[in-house]
């Protein structure tokens, strides 16, 4: 049976089914992704994909995302901590 995600490190934090779930009863279509990000919305309203890193509320990010972040400075990938964060993140996009 294939992978949902290719990548050895894929593990999803535990409030991201709360947040999908609150960002889709919202009226916004949400992708799971593997990265950069974690998941890619599409904002009806603005007519623009948003890209959002879900962390837990102590949750840090990996080196692999500090050095994405340094090589592209200027995208803009907002860190999501809870499901209101998200749907403001996402509104303001």
Known sequence: MPRKNNR???RRDANEPEIVDWLELHG???HRIGGPGDLLV???DSRHW??????TEKGRSTP????YAEKN???DIPIV???EDA???VRSR
Not at 64 to 67: L, V
């Open 8 to 10: 050895p490190d894929a």
């Open 28 to 30: 916004f279509k949400v």
């Open 42 to 44: 599409w904002n009806y």
């Open 50 to 55: 948003v890209c959002l890193e879900v962390k």
């Open 64 to 67: 692999a995302q500090k050095d």
């Open 73 to 75: 400075p200027d995208i």
């Open 81 to 83: 901590r809870t499901k």
């Open 87 to 89: 749907l403001l993140q």
